[in-house]
Every structure is written in C-alpha cells, then in structure tokens.
C-alpha cells in the first residue's frame, strides 16, 4: 500500500537553503578584516604612537561595547519572538553598523582633490 504523502527528502528538495551563501559572506567578511587589521595597525602607528595608541583604544572599547550590544539585543530578540526576530534584528543591527562607514565614505569622496 503506498502513501500519498511525499517523503521529507523530495518535499525538501525543491526549498534552497541560504545557510552556505550566508555563511561565505560572513566568513569572506571575517576574512578582511583579519587581513586589514595588521595593516591598519601600521598605518595608525605611523601617525605617532601616542594616536595610535588612542586609536586602538578606541577601537577595541567599540568592538567590545558591540558584543555586549549585540548580545544584549539579540538575546532580548530570541527570547521575545524566537529564531525569526533574531534574524530580523541581527539584519538591522547590520544596517546600522553601515550607517557610519557610508557616512565616512561619502564625505571622503567628496572632499576635492589637490
């Protein structure tokens, strides 16, 4: 006697799974930012040590004010609407943190050359 319902591995078949895009753009993004460190390292210790310094200060308090932030947000996401606000809230922390790399950029760009 054969059943009417499909099994789970032809129902699924037809459904991408995002996982393996996502996960090469978080782990390409990782990967720049590990081969830019050592260089911005240099290029900030070439501007004196006592501003490099103060520049690694500051950004090792942004990065660590954005794990607590980010853990904080997204815990408060699971917790009140699950995986999906998780997601959702993740996405729109991501939005924000491009908010100040677009400004900077923009007003690089539009400085006039010499």
């Known amino acids: 006697m054969a059943s009417s319902a ?24 990782q990967a720049g930012v590990i081969a830019l460190s050592p260089v911005l390292a240099q290029v900030a210790a070439d501007f004196g040590v006592s501003t490099a310094t103060a ?4 950004r090792t308090a942004a990065t660590q004010f954005g794990y ?7 815990g408060i ?6 995986y999906a606000a998780l997601g959702a809230a993740f996405g729109v922390m991501f939005l924000l943190a491009a908010v100040p790399h677009a400004a ?3 007003s690089w760009t539009a ?3 010499a």
């Open 6 to 29: 499909s099994s789970p591995s032809t129902a699924s078949s037809s459904r991408v799974d995002p996982a393996p895009a996502l996960f090469l753009c978080l782990f390409a993004v």
């Open 55 to 58: 520049g690694q200060r500051i």
């Open 68 to 74: 607590l932030l980010g853990s904080a947000l997204g």
């Open 77 to 82: 996401a699971l917790a009140a609407g699950g």
């Open 104 to 106: 900077a950029l923009s």
């Open 111 to 113: 400085r006039p050359s």
